[in-house]
């Protein structure tokens, strides 16, 4: 089936060729760091988690965001999501490939990932996050592989694949809760430091994975011949709304627990993120940003006519794509280094070799998802050949 994404258009040719130009620049970039060192990243000895983490973090929620097509289609055989399953799963693929990659070029030297390997520490969380992510990648894959060839040859899945979905289920949890206990392990940090981080890390990631998703689905109903109906759009997007409702809630609870406790532990890195202290504000206009398209973004989805408007919904789907990111793919991980043990503000600033491979991963990452979509709209495509040709 890898064949079907050796042939495409032009306009096809050009993005596969235009992601791989900005992957070898990336890697480019990554050789360079993995000649000198970390040192040509914008981390300290106060900031030790920076870019890298803080999109690994972001992408392990992405990656769990297919859940929230399984669920309705496996469990409550929700057909209408029968098209898209495919997608969520081939996307959660995608994710994980591209967290993996985040933690590669975030340990300096590749090698010590042998030592996770060789030298397993079942004690660590580090540890079951390698586990859980690795077995989700295989999980997806194997999954949407196998259902698409055979759906290729024209037969129902077997049925241990019905299994297998089963498992991934609640191991889509299982990955972006021991991601938060990376975080709310760490008594250190006190803006981590609070039981509800794994529920507020899947709120996050049940509106931004499937917002994302509803918006491949729009850019491929638009330029490829795979369709997406409207009510399965308009009920993802009703997800979406919801889990970002509850997104905004969790984060309010944690500002009245820190400001009604009058801890001043809890109460400095709010002040540092949406105010600033002593002059350090770098990340105050991240953060209202972020705030202000989070609110935009549910109002809009609340709103029936925008809702139903394919450039009110994609609007409103950024909104909470991008607020998302922000928060969680900035703010919640450098915020939580202010101040450090001693007290002390020390402001992180990415480099540009950092910056640049960041790019190149997610230029990988896309890169993946595009073959992995390409080859189910080939499928799809020969299938529909095949129906037409019984017919006649």
């Not at 064949?3 to 990554?30: D, P």
């Not at 250190?188 to 981080?197: E, H, R, V």
């Not at 705030?291 to 925008?306: E, M, R, S, W």
């Not at 991980?333 to 992180?348: D, K, M, R």
């Amino acid at each position: 089936m890898l064949e079907k994404a050796l042939y495409g258009s032009k306009r096809y040719y050009a993005w596969v060729g235009l992601l791989l130009i900005l992957s070898v620049i990336g890697l480019a970039a990554y050789l360079k760091q993995f000649n000198y060192g970390l040192g040509v990243t914008g981390l300290s000895r106060d900031v030790s988690w920076g870019l890298y983490i803080s999109q690994f973090t972001f992408m392990v929620g992405v990656a769990a965001s297919a859940v929230m097509v399984a669920i309705p289609y496996y469990l409550h055989d929700y057909k209408t999501f029968g098209k898209i399953v495919i997608l969520g799963e081939f996307l959660a693929v995608a994710a994980v490939i591209v967290c993996i990659l985040f933690i590669f070029v975030d340990l300096g030297q590749p090698t010590r990932l042998l030592n996770i390997i060789l030298h397993p520490t079942p004690s660590s969380i580090m540890f079951w996050d390698m586990c859980v992510l690795t077995g989700y990648l295989l999980l997806n894959f194997i999954i949407g592989w196998t259902v698409l060839g055979y759906e290729k040859k024209g037969f129902p899945a077997p049925r241990w694949v019905k299994i297998l979905t089963y498992i991934a289920i609640p191991w889509a949890v299982s990955i972006h809760t021991v991601t938060a206990f990376l975080y709310a392990g760490l008594p250190g940090k006190a803006y981590w430091l609070t039981a509800i981080m794994a529920a507020r890390f899947l709120a996050s990631a049940f509106a931004a994975g499937p917002a994302l998703l509803i918006i491949l689905c729009i850019i491929l109903r638009k330029w490829t011949s795979f369709k997406t109906s409207n009510r399965a759009i308009q009920s993802l997007a009703t997800i979406v709304v919801y889990a970002m409702i509850a997104n905004v809630f969790f984060f309010l609870l944690e500002v009245f627990t820190a400001f009604y406790s009058n801890i001043p532990g809890h109460i400095v890195t709010l002040q540092y993120l949406f105010a600033g202290v002593d002059g350090y504000s770098n990340l105050v206009p991240i953060m209202w940003i972020a705030a202000i398209l989070a609110f935009l973004g549910i109002i809009l989805l609340l709103i029936p006519q925008v809702r139903r408007n394919e450039k009110g919904l994609i609007l409103a789907l950024l909104s909470v794509f991008v607020a998302a990111w922000l928060d969680k793919g900035i703010g919640l991980v450098l915020g939580g280094f202010v101040p450090n043990a001693l007290g002390h503000i020390t402001e992180y600033i990415p480099t540009v070799t950092e910056l640049i491979i960041i790019m190149g991963v997610y230029a990988i990452g896309l890169l993946v998802l595009t073959v992995l979509f390409k080859v189910v709209i080939g499928v799809r495509e020969q299938g529909m050949v095949g129906n037409h040709s019984e017919g006649f």
